[in-house]
Structure formats: C-alpha cells, structure tokens
C-alpha cells in the first residue's frame, strides 16, 4: 500500500463549478497536510496547509482533514480557468522531515 | 524577496555524462531537499540537505548520484554517467531550518539524457 494516494484525475470541469480533489494515507504520524499546486511544467506551489483534524478555509479553497479515516480533500468554489493545475496533496510529519506526495490530480477548468 | 532559484533550467547530456543541477536556497533558508519527478509520476523524495551536512538520503540512488550543500554557495546535485533513465525533473525546495519546515520550490532543472 502507498503511504499517500490520489485520485489521478484527470478531472475536467466547466468555470464555476465546485471541485473535490481527495487523499488517503496510511501513516498515523502525519499531523500536516499541505496542498501544492503544480501550474504545467513549473514547480509545485504551496497552496495551504492544515494542522491535525478539521477545516481550513482560504478564499475560494478549503482543506478538510479526517484523521479517523485518513482522508483529506480540497474544495475549490467557483472554480476559473486559471485553476486548471496538477494539485499535490502531501501528508508530512513536522518538523525536518521530508515530504510523500500523492500522484496528483489534474484539474482542468473550462470556459 | 527571491524565491527559490535553480540553474539550468534545461540541461541536455549524452549517456555517459556528468549532470550538475544547482540550486540557491530563499533568503533565510538554511535546508535544501531535493525531489526527482518522473514523466507521468508524482514527486519522490531524494534527498535532505542542511549546510555541510547530508541529514536524509534514503530517497537517493545507491550509485551515480551524489548531493552537496557547502558553507558557501549552491546546493549541488550531480549525477555521473547519466542513463536515458535520469531524464526527470529535479526540483529543489528549501525551508527556514527553525522549526516551520514549510518547503517552497524552485522552478526545477529539466534533464533529458539522449
């Protein structure tokens, strides 16, 4: 079993709609769970990141963990073209530790 | 504020050769960590890096590759006698090295071995 696995899309969607992009993992010791946004032959950008179990909500993003069912998710409201990305999930420890990404999913927003 | 910066950004080598990527941490940032992303596959881990130390390499090849972060200067990741199998990105990330290891990343080299 992979310690991070990620729908792989791709998923394709017309401007406006909202988005889920989902996660699990295996390992319990994983406290963060940072998003990254990889924009077509560019490096991953973070996106946002949470602590521990719960929601975090940042404009049209939010980042929910479920740490009973490992399971981590992204939405995205009112999705934009300018969306259209390979979004990472990567589940980390803390502290100096490196990170295990998921596959990612491929997002494509369409007019 | 610079951000993350590698060099090349394009490399070509012939198998056989030497690949050198470089890269200079954010202001402030004192940890390198280096991932390799494969055609169609997800980041992978490769190496960790802090000044004149190598803290985690589980993620690095047994041979060929090799990583440095001198007092001075870049972080270097080189790998010798490069096969068609190395052709990846190499992106480089860096955190501050006090305790809010967030990493950002560098833009990446691109390496295609003919």
């Known amino acids: 079993q992979k310690e991070v696995e990620q729908d792989p899309g791709p998923l394709s969607v017309p401007e406006g709609a909202i988005v889920s992009l989902n996660c699990t993992y295996s390992?319990?010791?994983?406290?963060?769970f940072m998003w990254y946004r990889q924009y077509s032959r560019k490096g991953p950008e973070l996106l946002m990141y949470?602590?521990?179990?719960g929601n975090k909500e940042d404009g049209r993003f939010t980042a929910q963990v479920d740490k009973s069912s490992k399971y981590i998710s992204l939405f995205i409201r009112d999705s934009q073209p300018s969306d259209s990305a390979t979004y990472l999930c990567?589940?980390?420890?803390?502290?100096?530790?490196?990170?295990?990404f998921g596959a990612g999913t491929r997002l494509a927003v369409h007019p | 504020n610079a951000g993350v910066m590698q060099n090349p950004r394009h490399l070509v080598r012939r198998r056989g050769q030497e690949a050198r990527l470089r890269c200079s941490p954010m202001?402030?940032?004192?940890?390198v960590y280096w991932y390799r992303q494969l055609p169609e596959e997800g980041l992978k881990f490769m190496v960790y890096?802090?000044?004149?130390?190598?803290?985690?390499e589980s993620g690095m090849p047994k041979e060929r590759f090799s990583a440095e972060f001198p007092k001075e200067g870049p972080s270097i990741l080189r790998i010798q006698q490069v096969v068609r199998g190395d052709s990846a990105a190499y992106f480089c990330?860096?955190?501050?090295?006090?305790?809010?290891?967030?990493?950002?990343f560098g833009p990446g080299t691109r390496l295609l071995v003919l």
């Open positions: 949470t602590y521990s179990s």
């Open positions: 202001k402030g940032h004192s940890h």
């Open positions: 990330a860096s955190s501050r090295g006090t305790g809010e290891e967030t990493q950002y």
């Open positions: 990567a589940p980390f420890s803390g502290g100096y530790n490196k990170l295990i």
């Open positions: 890096l802090q000044k004149e130390n190598i803290i985690d």
């Open positions: 390992n319990s010791a994983f406290q963060y």
